[in-house]
C-alpha cells in the first residue's frame, strides 16, 4: 500500500476528503521524524514500537564490481509489532 492507497482508505473511514487525508498523513511523517530524533522511539498502545537506533560502520561489497567498500555508519529504524497486532495478524 502506498501514500496515495492510504489516503483514500483514511479519507473513506473518517469521512474525509483525501487531500486531508494526505496532508495528515505528511503531517505524521513529520511528527514521526521529529520524536524519533528527540526521543528515540514511537510507543503505540497494542500496535507497535518504532526505534531509532545507529547502525555501525561496517565492510560491504560493491555487488557489481565486487570490490570491496565500508558503508558507513547511519541512523535506522526498527519496528517492533505489539501483542496485539500479532494475534490479529496470525488470526
Known amino acids: 500500500m502506498n501514500k496515495v492507497e492510504l489516503s ?6 473518517m469521512s474525509i476528503k483525501q487531500v486531508e487525508a494526505l496532508r495528515f498523513i505528511h503531517t505524521l511523517e513529520e511528527v514521526f521524524e521529529e520524536a524519533l530524533l528527540t ?17 555501525t560502520e561496517r565492510p560491504g561489497r560493491n555487488p557489481k564490481t565486487g570490490v570491496p567498500v565500508t558503508i558507513k555508519a547511519r541512523k535506522s529504524v526498527k519496528f517492533k509489532p505489539g501483542k496485539q497486532l500479532l494475534e490479529a495478524l496470525n488470526k
Open 8 to 13: 483514500k482508505q483514511i479519507s473513506s473511514k
Open 39 to 55: 526521543d528515540n522511539s514511537i510507543i503505540f498502545q497494542n500496535f507497535g514500537t518504532f526505534t531509532l537506533w545507529q547502525q
